[in-house]
C-alpha cells in the first residue's frame, strides 16, 4: 500500500472529509470475500427462509410470543452466555420486499417453522437456497450499523409503551419498506438496487435486569423516576427531586422489565446498486425512517451510524456471515450502558412480519391473489433452481455453491400445517414457476 493509499484508508477509516453514508466500489477480492463468508455461515449449518405474511397478519403483537419461544438461553459455567442468535432481515430488490429469517442450525429453523406458523396464521415458510445479495464488481454498496440512543433501560416503542401520554404504537415498516422499495407507496421501482435490513439478535441471561456487572437493577431506576427522592447538587448540598407524571410514567415502564427476557442486538443496513448515489440515498433514508421511531415520553430509539467507505466490505462480509459479536466487557452494564439490548416487545417492533396497514404492494404477501393491492413482478429475485442445476436466473440473490447444498435438509414434510407433502406445494396456484429456489418447509 502506497503512502497516498494508506492516507486515504486511514482518513476513510476515521470518516475524515467522507460524507455520510458514503459509498464504495466493490473489487473482485471485496466480492470473493463476501461470498466466502456466506458458504461458511452455509457450511456451519446457517439456514435461511423465507416467510410470506398474510395480509392480516398479527404484526408485531404476533412477534412478542414468536420470539420468546424460538430459542433460550444456554449457558456455561453459570454465567457464560453460549446462546444461538438468529437474524431477522428486510429485503429489496427493487420490485419485491421479503421478510426472511436466518437460523444457525437445521433444528433451529425447525423450531422456527412451528412457532412462526403458530403465531402468524396463515404465513407461508420456505428454506431458500441463496442467502445473501448478488453483487459485482464494479458495483457500489453503502451502509450503516444501528445502536440506542440512551441507556438500554428506557424502553424503545413497543406494545408495552403504547399507553403512555396517549400515543399509539406504531409500525415502522411504513416508512421503511417504501423506502427500500425506493418510492413512497412501497410499490418497486424497478431498478436495480438491492437493500437489506438485518437484526441479528441473541437471548440475554436474566441477569441483564437485577443489577451487578452484568445488570443493571431496573427496580431501582424505576423507583426514583417514579418516587420523591434526594440527588447531590451540583454545590454540594442534597435537594430533593420530584418526579413530573410523565416520569413517573417512564418509571412504571422500566419497572416492568424487571424478569423480562432480554436480547442483545445487532442491527445493520446495506445496499448495492451499479450507481454510487442510489446506493447512498437508500441508505440515509432508511436510517432517518429508524431514528424517527423514538418513543417520546422515554426519549429512547435508535442511532445510525454511517460506515466509511473503506469499511464496507468488511460490513457486508458481516452481513453474509451473520455475525453478532458481543465479547465479556461488552456485557458489562457499567462499561456499556447504551449497549444494543431490548426486551421482546421491543425486538418485536423492529423483527415482526407486517400487516397490509403499511399499504405496500411490493411485498411479498401469502395469498397474493387476495386483498388490495398490486402483486410483485412476476420474476422473483431469488427463485433460482435448487443447487446442483445449471440453469441461471436474473435473481438478485447469491448463489451458495453446490458443495454446499447438503448442508440444508429440508424438514419433515409430515410434520406442521402449512407444510408440503410428498412434493404438493401450499403456495397459491399459478406460481409454482416461480419457487423453484425454494424447499417448503
Not at 202 to 208: N, T
Not at 285 to 298: G, V
Not at 299 to 322: K, S
Not at 355 to 380: E, L, S, Y
Request: hydrophobic share 35%.
Amino acid at each position: 500500500m502506497g503512502i497516498s493509499n494508506g492516507i486515504e484508508w486511514l482518513f476513510g477509516w476515521l470518516g475524515v472529509g467522507q460524507q455520510p453514508y458514503e459509498s464504495y466500489e466493490l473489487t473482485e477480492s471485496d466480492v470473493s470475500a463476501i461470498e466466502d463468508a456466506a458458504a461458511v455461515y452455509r457450511n456451519y449449518g446457517g439456514v435461511v427462509v423465507r416467510t410470506r405474511p398474510p395480509r392480516d397478519s398479527g404484526g408485531i403483537d404476533a412477534a412478542v410470543s414468536l420470539l420468546q419461544t424460538i430459542h433460550d438461553v444456554e449457558v456455561r459455567l453459570g454465567f457464560v452466555n453460549e446462546s444461538d442468535h438468529h437474524a431477522h432481515e428486510i429485503y429489496s430488490d427493487g420490485d419485491r420486499i421479503t421478510f426472511n429469517w436466518a437460523a444457525p442450525t437445521a433444528d433451529a429453523a425447525d423450531r422456527f417453522d412451528r412457532q412462526v406458523r403458530s403465531s402468524y396464521d396463515g404465513v407461508t415458510v420456505a428454506e431458500i437456497d441463496r442467502a445473501v445479495p448478488a453483487i459485482e464488481a464494479g458495483e457500489y454498496a453503502a451502509g450503516a450499523t444501528f445502536g440506542l440512543a440512551r441507556e438500554f433501560w428506557y424502553p424503545l416503542q413497543s406494545p408495552l409503551t403504547a399507553a403512555v401520554d396517549g400515543e399509539e404504537l406504531t409500525d415502522p415498516y411504513a416508512d421503511i419498506v417504501a423506502d427500500a422499495a425506493g418510492t413512497d407507496r412501497g410499490g418497486g421501482t424497478g431498478d436495480d438496487c438491492r437493500v437489506l435490513v438485518q437484526t441479528v439478535f441473541e437471548p440475554a441471561r436474566d441477569a441483564w435486569s437485577r443489577g451487578g456487572p452484568w445488570g443493571h437493577d431496573v427496580s431501582v431506576t424505576a423507583y426514583e423516576h417514579r418516587e420523591p427522592h434526594q440527588e447531590q447538587s451540583l454545590s454540594g448540598g442534597v435537594r430533593t427531586v420530584e418526579p413530573t407524571p410523565r416520569e413517573q410514567a417512564v418509571g412504571r415502564l422500566i419497572g416492568e422489565q424487571a424478569g423480562a427476557r432480554g436480547y442483545y442486538v445487532t442491527m445493520r443496513v446495506v445496499a448495492v446498486a451499479s450507481d454510487p448515489e442510489t446506493a447512498s440515498q437508500r441508505v440515509r433514508r432508511i436510517a432517518t425512517d429508524y431514528e424517527a421511531y423514538t418513543h417520546p415520553a422515554t426519549e429512547q430509539g435508535v442511532v445510525a451510524t454511517p460506515i466509511p467507505p473503506a469499511n464496507v466490505p468488511d460490513l457486508l462480509e458481516d452481513v453474509a456471515g451473520r455475525e453478532h459479536e458481543f465479547s465479556a466487557t461488552d456485557r458489562l452494564t457499567r462499561l456499556n450502558p447504551t449497549k444494543f439490548l431490548v426486551t421482546a416487545p421491543e425486538l418485536a417492533g423492529l423483527c415482526h412480519l407486517p400487516t397490509d396497514a403499511i399499504n405496500a404492494p411490493a411485498v411479498d404477501w401469502a395469498n397474493m391473489d387476495a386483498g388490495p393491492g398490486v402483486p410483485p413482478a412476476a420474476t422473483q429475485m431469488e427463485d433460482v433452481a435448487t443447487a446442483g442445476t445449471a440453469e441461471e436466473s436474473d435473481d438478485r440473490f447469491q448463489p451458495v455453491s453446490a458443495a454446499d447444498a447438503d448442508v440444508n435438509v429440508p424438514l419433515d414434510a409430515d410434520s406442521g400445517p402449512n407444510r408440503a407433502s410428498d412434493g404438493a406445494s401450499t403456495e397459491e396456484p399459478g406460481t409454482d414457476e416461480d419457487r423453484s429456489g425454494e424447499r417448503e418447509r
